[in-house]
């Protein structure tokens, strides 16, 4: 299936490891050209050069702090300035503490509206005026499935990543004729470096082993398994190509059936 994303340029937010690495990876295997961005220079910067060994792909690096005001900013401006143009957006960070609501400030509350719901918005805001003067676009925002069903001890990303879901949700109808797209994707339980925090955290609280946590999690998953990065970055790429023009507005979950809502 040729996605049409050969000459369409995509700015990939938390990049450098994990799931959106691997969306950054996929877009270039699709012959997008592609920015990474990420808060650790060395590790970007290291991603970077791997990515080029393995694809033979020229990729820009732009180390920035997205919960910092004005970075989500200057990411963007630095693809347009790169590259001319920018296509594709796709916001995702790092997520905030687990812990229950007593042991978070208003202080802990603030940070975690910057780094989930203020990035997204500056981000959008930045790209999404260059997409509706092309008359296409496609931003999608990596949340949780916590944004659909909340996660014990995870209030500060329930909260956020259903304020993100809102907002994306509410723009979608304000700009879809003009010809640019904006969706959620929820990753669900994926073998990446968060999940292995989360897990040791959870064992901490507990006081179980690690190994212990995530059997207990693949017993809740349906398909009895941990998702791989690339299982979710093929959606991701599918949901930002030209062959996904009529969807907008959506919330999908890549999370091997652990969701139990209809909807």
């Known amino acids: 299936m040729d996605l049409g994303l050969a000459d369409k340029v995509a700015l990939v937010c ?5 799931l959106g690495r691997a969306v950054a990876e996929e877009l ?6 592609v920015a990474i961005c990420a808060r650790d220079a060395e590790g970007l910067a290291l991603a970077r050069e791997e990515i080029a060994e393995g694809s033979g792909a020229g990729v820009l690096a732009l180390a920035a702090d997205l919960a910092l ?14 590259f001319g143009r920018l296509d594709i957006l796709i916001t995702n960070t790092g997520g905030p503490p687990s812990g229950p609501f007593e042991t978070f400030s208003l202080a802990d509350w603030d940070r975690a509206v910057a780094l989930l719901l203020r990035s997204t918005v500056e981000a959008t805001t930045a790209a999404l005026p260059g997409m509706k003067e092309r008359g296409w676009g496609r931003i ?82 349906p398909i009895g398994r941990l998702g791989e990065p690339r299982e979710f970055a093929a959606l991701a790429t599918f949901l930002v190509s030209e062959r996904a023009s009529y969807i907008t507005g959506g919330a999908f979950a890549v999370d091997g059936g652990w969701i139990r809502s209809t909807f």
């Open 140 to 221: 999608l925002a990596v949340t949780s499935i916590a944004a659909k069903q909340p996660i014990p001890g995870l209030i500060l990303s329930n909260s956020l990543r259903a304020a993100v879901t809102g907002f994306v949700r509410t723009l979608a109808g304000e700009v879809a004729r003009s010809g640019v797209t904006l969706n959620t994707i929820l990753p669900g339980y994926t073998r990446t470096e968060r999940v292995v925090q989360l897990n040791e955290a959870s064992a901490r609280r507990e006081g179980l082993e690690p190994a212990d946590v995530q059997a207990r999690l693949e017993q809740e998953i």
């Open 28 to 33: 270039i295997d699709e012959g997008a050209a």
């Open 69 to 82: 005001p004005g970075e989500p900013t200057r990411v963007v401006e630095s693809c347009l300035a790169h």
């Open 14 to 18: 938390g990049s450098s490891r994990g």
